[in-house]
T-cell receptor
Framework: RKEVEQDPGPFNVPEGATVAFNCTYS??????FFWYRQDCRKEPKLLMS???SGNEDGRFTAQLNRASQYISLLIRDSKLSDSATYLC???????????FGRGTSLIVHP | EAQVTQNPRYLITVTGKKLTVTCSQN?????MSWYRQDPGLGLRQIYY???????DKGDVPEGYKVSRKEKRNFPLILESPSPNQTSLYFC????????????FGAGSRLTVL
C-alpha cells in the first residue's frame, strides 16, 4: 500500500461548483499534513496546512481525520483559476522527509 | 526576493555526457532536497541534505550524486545520464528539517537522448 494515496482524477467541474478531494495515508505516526497546488509544469506551492481541528482559508477548507487516516480538501465556488493538480503531503513525526501523494487533477470549465 | 534558483531550466543532452543541475537558495535554509517528477509517479525524492556536508539518499538515488559544500548550494550531478533520467527535476528547501513548508525552484526539464 502506498504511503499517501490520492485519486488522480481528473475532476471535471463547472465554475461555481463545490468539489472535494480526499487523501489517505498509511502511517499512523504521521503528524504534519499539507495541501500543495501545482500548475501545469510549474513548481508545487503550499496551498494550506491541515490542522487537527480543521481549517479554512477563503473558499478552501481542509480537514483531518486521524482515526480513518485521511485528509480532505474542499473547494467552494470553484473558479477557472482553481484548475491545477492538488498534492497531498504527509510528514511523519521524527522524519525529515515529507511524502507526496501523486496528486489530484482538477479542471474547472466555464 | 526569497527564492530557490535552478539552472538550467531546460536541457537536452546525450547518454553518458556528465551534467550538473545547480540549485541555490537565498533564505539561509538548512534543509535542501532534489525531486524528480514523472507522469503517473508523482514527486519522488532523489537526495536530501540537512546541512552543510550532510547528505542522504531519498527514494530514487541511483544514477545521481549531490554535494553540499555551502549552505546555499545543492547541485545535482548526473555522472553518466541515461534516457530513464529524462524527467522534470525540482530542488526544494526549507528552514530546518523540523520546519514544514518547502519552497521549490521553478524546475529543470531534462531530456536524455
Amino acid at each position: 500500500r502506498k504511503e499517501v494515496e490520492q485519486d488522480p482524477g481528473p475532476f471535471n467541474v463547472p465554475e461555481g461548483a463545490t468539489v472535494a478531494f480526499n487523501c489517505t495515508y498509511s502511517n499512523s505516526a504521521s503528524q504534519s499534513f499539507f495541501w500543495y497546488r501545482q500548475d501545469c509544469r510549474k513548481e508545487p506551492k503550499l496551498l494550506m496546512s491541515v490542522y487537527s481541528s480543521g481549517n479554512e482559508d477563503g473558499r478552501f477548507t481542509a480537514q483531518l481525520n486521524r482515526a480513518s487516516q485521511y485528509i480532505s480538501l474542499l473547494i467552494r465556488d470553484s473558479k477557472l483559476s482553481d484548475s491545477a493538480t492538488y498534492l497531498c503531503v504527509v510528514k511523519r513525526g521524527g522524519s525529515y522527509i515529507p511524502t507526496f501523494g501523486r496528486g489530484t487533477s482538477l479542471i474547472v470549465h466555464p | 526576493e526569497a527564492q530557490v534558483t535552478q539552472n538550467p531550466r531546460y536541457l537536452i543532452t546525450v547518454t553518458g555526457k556528465k551534467l550538473t543541475v545547480t540549485c541555490s537558495q537565498n533564505m539561509n535554509h538548512e534543509y535542501m532536497s532534489w525531486y524528480r517528477q514523472d507522469p503517473g509517479l508523482g514527486l519522488r525524492q532523489i537526495y536530501y541534505s540537512m546541512n552543510v556536508e550532510v547528505t542522504d539518499k531519498g527514494d530514487v538515488p541511483e544514477g545521481y550524486k549531490v554535494s553540499r559544500k555551502e549552505k546555499r548550494n545543492f547541485p545535482l550531478i548526473l555522472e553518466s545520464p541515461s534516457p530513464n533520467q529524462t524527467s522534470l527535476y525540482f530542488c526544494a528547501s526549507t528552514r530546518s528539517s523540523g520546519a514544514n513548508v518547502l519552497t521549490f525552484g521553478a524546475g529543470s526539464r531534462l531530456t536524455v537522448l
